[in-house]
């Protein structure tokens, strides 16, 4: 049994599910609450003089503060749409391949190396809470590097591809400011502890398959105990009870979407 299994067994009750969900949504109701109060970002955000003034608020709240920097128009609302439902997709796959409490844990670090990065390094990173959402990130394209994402909504990306991207671009921000090193590794502590320094030592716990082997490992054997299952998409009578199944020419079942010219 390791450490997280007796941490687990000890504390388990601790576990937030969808807890990049949540923060995903507050971070959403802040940039919308934004639209009719402008100086709201600048109340959330981290400053030192003023938490140690009284404002202990800020010390916590600058994770989900936004500048509106992202902007308010058209390009914003679907960016920060876009932003909201890749975080959702990821906290489920994140779940799925490490468990409820393993992955709260995960964020938690997180959050508690922001925190600890901004009182070391105050005012360096304004923003810093999105970092959160670049540790998962991070750790799911470590987890399943292959996935592909819709750059623009139109070109297929692998993430890995997108992973090693952003990686150039703190790589410059290290160069122009070596504050950033320190300041990143707290911030990705959460990665680099269940994901990154796992990988490199071969024992990631998921491996290379992770939720969606998971899912495929359930739908066949939905498959298996079904009475009809489409050849195309694999959806059976037990996955959809609201298929209609019919035989193509090949002699195979197919369910009507999939049903072959």
């Known amino acids: ?27 959403g109701m802040v940039y919308v609450l934004q639209w009719f ?16 003034a009284g404002e202990v608020w800020r010390a916590v709240t600058f994770l989900i503060a936004s500048s509106g920097s992202i902007g308010s128009g058209v390009f914003g609302i679907l960016a920060t749409l876009f932003f909201v439902m890749v975080a959702f997709m990821m906290s ?17 670090t997180g959050f508690l190396g922001l925190i600890t990065a901004n009182f070391l390094f105050p005012s360096l990173m304004p923003e810093s809470g999105t970092l959160i959402y670049g540790a998962a990130f991070f750790a799911f394209a470590t987890l ?10 139109i070109l297929p990306v692998q993430v890995r591809f997108l992973a090693w991207l952003n990686v150039g671009v703190w790589v410059l921000a290290v160069m122009r400011d070596w504050r950033m090193l320190p300041f990143l590794l707290l911030g990705y502590a959460g990665y680099l502890l269940f994901a990154g320094i796992p990988a490199l030592r ?12 998971g899912v495929l490992r359930r739908q066949n054997a939905a498959k298996e105990s079904a009475f009809h299952a489409c050849a195309h998409c694999q959806r059976s009578d037990i996955s959809d009870p609201t298929l209609e199944f019919r035989v193509g020419a090949d002699g195979r079942e197919y369910c009507t979407e999939h049903l072959p010219k």
């Open 202 to 213: 071969g024992k990631l716990q998921s491996g290379a398959g992770g939720p969606f082997h």
């Open 92 to 108: 489920d796959a994140l779940e799925e391949a490490w468990g409820v409490f393993r992955t709260t844990l995960f964020h938690v």
């Open 144 to 153: 399943f590097p292959k996935v592909e994402f819709l750059l623009f909504f």
């Open 37 to 52: 109060r402008p100086d709201l970002g600048k109340l959330l955000e981290f400053d030192l003089g003023r938490i140690m």
């Open 1 to 27: 049994m390791t450490f997280l299994d007796r941490l687990e067994k000890r504390i388990g009750w601790l576990a937030f599910p969808g807890l990049l969900r949540f923060y995903a949504i507050f971070h």
